[in-house]
């Protein structure tokens, strides 16, 4: 597999994945369905780069991102992040990423932030924890509300709280699937302005889902449109003008 694009060292390559669901229907004598969720994608991720991906529901979006984070095996196809292969190196694909969902359910709703990250970061076997939480809450604008429960939580907070999880184990590229879903303009804001942060001061590599392509021209510097499963088009330093011809 390819490592590198147009003489800069690629975060992430994906060739040629495809990817099939079987849908079986509860109620009986009911029909199997199949759905392509992804056919033949080829996608370059340029190290230190904010990517975006834009597509309309049942484009294949969130499949693509749980290919790269191990958590989906893609029926065909290869993919890798670092260089590691996902299926025959998973352990450190896993070990470069951190992986953010736009409908977080894992956390623990009666534990503070603080706690939830503790008990991630001992899942994790982080060394220093102490200083990798609080780092994690910094960088996620959450040191004021670190020791309250979740359960007060907004949803851009959860949203936060997610993405400092993520940056418990210091990744060097970040999977976000739509992770400004539900926010307000601020919040949205705040998540905009952490990640333009970490690429810039700590080159981190970011792949980005996205519905909103007001956000997807502000902090990509590249964006790669997918529907029905195949990457469409391609836009670099792309306006939301732009990226609304590419998706009609």
Not at 68 to 81: C, K, R
Not at 112 to 133: G, K, S, W, Y
Not at 193 to 206: H, I
Not at 226 to 242: F, M
């Amino acid at each position: 597999m390819p490592t590198r694009s147009g003489g800069t060292a690629a975060a992430v390559v994906v060739a040629g994945v495809a990817k099939t669901f079987v849908v079986r229907s509860w109620r009986p004598n009911r029909p199997t369905a199949t759905v392509e969720a992804l056919r033949g994608v080829d996608l370059t991720v340029d190290r230190g780069t904010i990517h975006g991906v834009i597509g309309p529901n049942g484009s294949g979006k969130s499949t693509l991102l749980r290919i790269l984070a191990t958590l989906v095996v893609a029926d065909s196809g290869q993919a890798a992040v670092g260089g590691a292969d996902v299926v025959t190196a998973s352990l450190d694909v896993r070990r470069a990423i951190g992986f953010t969902t736009g409908d977080e359910r894992s956390l623990y709703w009666r534990l503070t932030a603080r706690q939830n990250l503790e008990f991630a970061a001992a899942l994790q076997h982080i060394t220093d924890p102490v200083d990798a939480i609080e780092t994690a809450l910094t960088t996620a604008n959450l040191v004021d509300s670190a020791d309250r429960p979740v359960s007060g939580f907004s949803q851009g907070m959860l949203r936060r709280l997610g993405l400092a999880r993520a940056l418990l184990h210091r990744p060097a590229v970040l999977l976000l699937d739509e992770p400004s879903r539900s926010l307000d303009p601020v919040a949205r804001d705040d998540l905009h302005a952490v990640l333009l942060d970490l690429r810039t001061a700590g080159g981190v590599t970011t792949l980005i889902t996205t519905h909103d392509l007001a956000e997807a021209a502000h902090v990509c510097e590249k964006v790669s449109v997918l529907r029905d499963g195949r990457i469409v088009a391609e836009r670099t330093n792309a306006t939301e003008r732009s990226l609304r011809k590419a998706l009609a």
